[in-house]
């Protein structure tokens, strides 16, 4: 535990100005993120008595080992860089909301010549107009589906439209009335368009005119006789109806609004969104945090408002909360600068507004207290299980940060490791990373795993060597299945966090294998057990006997999951290489081709004999290949012998080309008995 007062700032030396800072800890991750209107009294309140302080404020504190903050001009640049900051690192105290997926909206490209409705999730796009969001995707399905007899308009993708103009016949959605079928010119350009426009203004809400003229036209058939077409109007108004009641109208005056609601604990809070459009609701989400930071209700709402709109959501004219960030104005303006005009954030006082959104803190309330009845055994159970496992361990603490290593290969070929990453009990599947055994070849799962952990760890200490635990390591390994080195601007390491313990796939041989490792590296302050799959019994190093956990205990089951995670995280990344390694081609290793270059040649040859009797200039025909290129393939191709011509064993015959008239390579697999992976 760090006392704060050794990394405090000198007197003066923090700035009055806007700005973002970062609380570190001892081995320079990032634990906590923050802004101030002003930095030196923000900053300052950090630094006082213990006992004063809120006690997460007091454990964040405790835990870091020094602050450094970034000036910035304004408080919406600060609003902007803090977000950017809590979404880069992560940091253990600030609030974490659980949901991060983007919800799917109900989508008419209109910039398009023949307009389509789809399913769209991530950022809007311009020329297209959107509905939503909603909580399922089957939910816009259904809408459409009934809408579609009315509107019918094409739903299909681009390649489906084009295939259908060419052979001049529609899908089965035209053939059924469900599509107006302009791609066998059924209906014109413009006549599509009219439709499209129209599903629009339904959608919007302008309802009420459209079903009165069906009205009118189903009254005006029956009374010509025409019963045919009255009965298809009539059931056209019920299908709008079903839709229409899908969505009931909540605001009478047609607003677009996004309502926000907040029910919170001591230790929790859950967030409910409605979304409204046209007064409809159309969408509602929820996330579940854990108040790790000293935080009141403003201050939730505009981290949530940060959550739902800074990864690209739509802002609405409105925006109505149950409280008003503190200040209010920077986080209207920066929605302002989202949305590209004036934002109204306010806490509704009266009417439809306010009783909506006694309904959305209804709806928080209880996604609340279902939450804590799921949790409640979780958070119990996992804290229990760390605590059994320091105990059978014999360690000083609860191991906070557990990693695993296994290792998989097939028959001693495409030897790999994982290293997968659970922190308070939870997967961390941003830490995982991935290794390509390297230093010697063929199968020695003993040598493999002390080739990892002293690969492992020598990476951890050359980012502590320089000054800050942080620094830049000298080399790469472009296999850990991680992102490039960070600059030097403090940001965070591959390797640069170790963990409490170190749990191996495997018993004696595997723990002696990583403890020499560590010894060899001068490490002494990581624990160190294996798990055996056969008696899942946990070796500990140099001992003789294991320690044998009870089958109920909770300790023994967090084990096995981090074990079983990392041995499905090795199978994949050795199936995955398998399977590269299997279907790799001839020119998958021609140096500057790429995938669609390869799928451009073989697409104009057909087959790669043909392609290695082609000369430099008719390589230089096909699209996008240049001289320089063509030679390349030439001399590639030339310096290499054909494949053996493939044989049908059942009729003796020569088969030409066999599988080179795919679009892509593909090799044989090597004829070897069945053998199962070993982990």
Not at 215 to 243: N, P, S
Not at 622 to 648: C, D, F, M, W
Request: hydrophobic content about 35%; charged content about 30%.
């Amino acid at each position: 535990m760090a006392d704060p007062s050794t990394y405090r700032p000198a007197p003066g030396a923090i700035p009055t100005s806007p700005g973002v800072y970062k609380f570190r800890d001892a081995h320079g991750r990032v634990i906590y993120v923050g802004k101030a209107k002003s930095l030196r009294p923000r900053l300052s309140s950090y630094f006082q008595d213990l006992a004063g302080l809120h006690p997460r404020t007091a454990t964040m504190v405790t835990t870091a080992a020094s602050v450094e903050w970034t000036v910035v001009a304004t408080e919406v640049e600060a609003l902007q860089l803090e977000y950017s900051w809590i979404k880069e690192y992560d940091p253990r105290f600030n609030v974490k909301y659980r949901d991060d997926k983007s919800y799917p909206e109900l989508a008419v490209t209109l910039n398009e010549e023949y307009p389509r409705v789809q399913v769209m999730r991530g950022a809007h796009k311009k020329g297209v107009r959107y509905f939503g969001p909603y909580g399922h995707a089957w939910a816009i399905r259904e809408t459409v589906d009934l809408l579609l007899r009315v509107f019918p308009v094409r739903t299909c993708s681009n390649g489906v439209f084009k295939r259908a103009r060419q052979v001049g016949r529609p899908c089965l959605l035209g053939y059924i009335g469900k599509c107006a079928a302009p791609c066998v010119g059924k209906v014109s350009a413009d006549e599509h368009r009219a439709l499209a426009e129209d599903f629009c203004d339904f959608m919007a809400g302008r309802t009420g005119n459209y079903l009165r003229r069906l009205e009118d036209e189903m009254q005006e058939a029956a009374a010509e006789l025409e019963y045919e077409k009255a009965a298809r109007l009539r059931d056209d108004i019920g299908a709008l109806k079903r839709a229409m009641e899908k969505n009931a109208i909540v605001l009478a005056d047609a607003t677009d609004a996004d309502l926000l609601a907040l029910a919170e604990d001591e230790l929790e809070a859950a967030v409910q969104i409605f979304h409204v459009r046209g007064g409809r609701v159309r969408g509602q989400r929820g996330w579940v945090t854990d108040k790790v930071e000293d935080v009141d209700t403003a201050g939730l709402v505009e981290h949530a408002l940060q959550q739902l709109y800074g990864g690209g959501e739509s802002v609405p004219r409105e925006v109505l909360v149950p409280a008003l960030p503190e200040p209010a104005e920077p986080v209207r303006e920066w929605l302002g600068g989202l949305r590209g005009s004036q934002v109204d954030l306010r806490v509704p006082q009266r009417g439809d507004k306010k009783d909506l959104m006694a309904t959305v803190q209804r709806n928080a309330q209880q996604a609340l207290a279902l939450h804590k009845t799921k949790r409640a055994s979780d958070l119990t159970t996992r804290s229990r299980a760390l605590q059994e496992i320091a105990d059978a361990l014999e360690l000083d603490s609860v191991p906070l940060r557990i990693e695993c290593y296994d290792i998989s290969h097939l028959q001693g070929e495409d030897v790999v490791a994982s290293m997968v990453v659970f922190e308070d009990g939870l997967a961390r599947k941003s830490e995982y990373r991935r290794f390509q055994i390297r230093g010697f070849e063929g199968q020695d799962d003993v040598r493999s795993m002390h080739e990892v952990i002293s690969r492992r760890f020598r990476r951890y200490l050359q980012e502590r060597e320089q000054t800050g635990e942080w620094a830049v390591p000298e080399e790469d390994d472009p296999d850990t299945g991680a992102a490039g080195t960070r600059d030097e601007e403090s940001r965070p390491k591959r390797f640069a966090y170790p963990p409490q313990l170190l749990v191996v796939d495997g018993g004696q041989p595997q723990v002696a294998a990583a403890r020499r490792a560590l010894d060899e590296l001068g490490i002494d302050d990581v624990a160190l057990c294996g798990l055996a799959k056969r008696l899942e019994e946990v070796w500990l190093p140099g001992e003789d006997d294991p320690v044998v956990l009870p089958r109920s205990s909770e300790g023994l089951y967090l084990l096995q999951r981090v074990r079983d995670e990392a041995h499905r995280f090795a199978i994949s990344y050795q199936r995955n290489k398998r399977s590269k390694r299997l279907t790799a081609g001839e020119l998958d290793s021609v140096p500057g081709l790429g995938e669609t270059r390869r799928r451009a040649l073989l697409k104009h040859f057909g087959s790669l004999k043909k392609l290695r009797a082609a000369t430099v200039d008719e390589l230089c025909e096909v699209p996008g290949i240049g001289r320089r290129t063509a030679q390349t393939v030439a001399e590639a191709l030339s310096s290499r012998t054909p494949a053996a011509p493939a044989v049908n064993t059942a009729t003796g015959e020569i088969i030409e080309d066999g599988a080179e008239q795919a679009a892509g390579p593909v090799a044989a697999a090597p004829q070897t008995a069945p053998s199962q992976e070993t982990p």
